[in-house]
């Protein structure tokens, strides 16, 4: 049997619609409106279009959004200049600097620049932190996506064998981390798959739910799934250009061969990145109505 498709365009359309609403009465009851900072250093045409995106539904659920785009050879000083001026700025609740950054800056000391109660990304340590110990924190946007996807597409983590493939800071140890909480949408049993395991198919075959953010295409083939499996692929990667100038992507699962063995797969596009651009809008909202509280 052919899998479900699980599309995170329509569940990130649904936030959307609800976050608008939240949107709007804080704009009616609080004279709070979200702001956002998307800060872009050169011109790589992956970020361009991503930031573009996050630009755009900033702009459709009435935040205040800004795009500040700086040159490839901006100095590490002048960036962190930077950060500290919206640190500073009320009218932003969040900031993102969008990653990769060029080889002369320092990414860590950038993500530590960022005030954590501005960090949407949950990039920050002190996020990474109260993440690994369960404390209310900002959920880095692409492991939120995935455990959102999940929950509304009433998949059930619970006693559930997570293998997740990839170890990076932005997907595979947050989203680990996250399934393994004593909480709803969570309390699985985790395993994690990287470069250096010895026999990934003999892990990847085990899981209930696979979780693929390997980065190379078609890294998980059909040989390496059971029936039945619930996978989530988290890749993007851009592997030509169409006729007309589009990128043609492709996700880190061989889609066609492994959807015939899965009972439900997300997409390549349309399955978890829409749904990090959302999560990056809901935790703008939060940043912002956290500000109420203090
Ligand atoms: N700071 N850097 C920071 N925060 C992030 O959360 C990101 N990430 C990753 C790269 N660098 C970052 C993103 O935003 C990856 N990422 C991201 C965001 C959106 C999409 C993919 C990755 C996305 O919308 N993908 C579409 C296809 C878009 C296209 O045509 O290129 C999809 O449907 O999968």
């Known amino acids: 049997m052919a899998a479900k498709i699980i599309s995170g365009t329509q569940v990130a359309k649904e936030i959307r619609e609800e976050l608008k609403k939240e949107v709007e009465e804080l704009k009616g009851k609080h ?68 990653l990769p950054l060029p080889k002369h800056i320092d990414e860590t000391k950038v993500i530590y620049a960022i005030d954590p109660d501005k960090d949407v990304d949950g990039f920050h340590p002190v996020n990474v932190g109260r993440l690994m110990i369960g404390a209310k924190c900002f959920l880095p946007c692409t492991p939120h996506g995935i455990q959102q996807l999940l929950i509304r597409s009433g998949i059930e983590t619970e006693g559930a064998e997570v293998v997740i493939v990839g ?30 395991t010895k026999d990934m198919a003999f892990h990847t075959k085990r899981a209930d739910i696979l979780i693929v953010a390997a980065g190379a295409p078609k890294a998980v083939t059909a040989d390496m799934v059971k029936e039945g499996v619930v996978v989530i692929d988290v890749g993007v990667n851009r592997i030509g250009k169409s006729a007309s100038g589009k990128a043609i992507l492709c ?37 912002a109505k956290n500000t109420l509280e203090g």
């Open 251 to 287: 996700g880190d699962v061989d889609f066609d061969a492994v959807k015939e063995k899965a009972s439900a797969i997300t997409p390549v596009p349309g399955g978890v990145g829409p749904m990090t651009i959302t999560m990056l809008m809901l935790n703008t909202v939060q940043a």
């Open 167 to 196: 170890r990076s800071n932005i997907v595979g140890k947050p989203i680990a981390n996250m399934l393994m909480q004593k909480k709803p949408g969570a309390n699985a049993t985790v395993t994690v798959c990287h470069t250096r």
């Open 31 to 98: 004279n709070l409106v979200p702001g956002l900072v998307t800060i872009l250093v050169g011109e790589n045409p992956a970020s361009v279009s991503y930031v573009t995106a996050k630009q755009k539904t900033a702009h459709e659920l009435g935040f205040y959004s800004v795009q500040d785009n700086q040159p490839e050879d901006i100095s590490e000083e002048t960036l962190l200049a930077l950060i500290d001026k919206y640190n500073k700025d009320d009218s932003i609740h969040g900031i993102l600097v969008q």
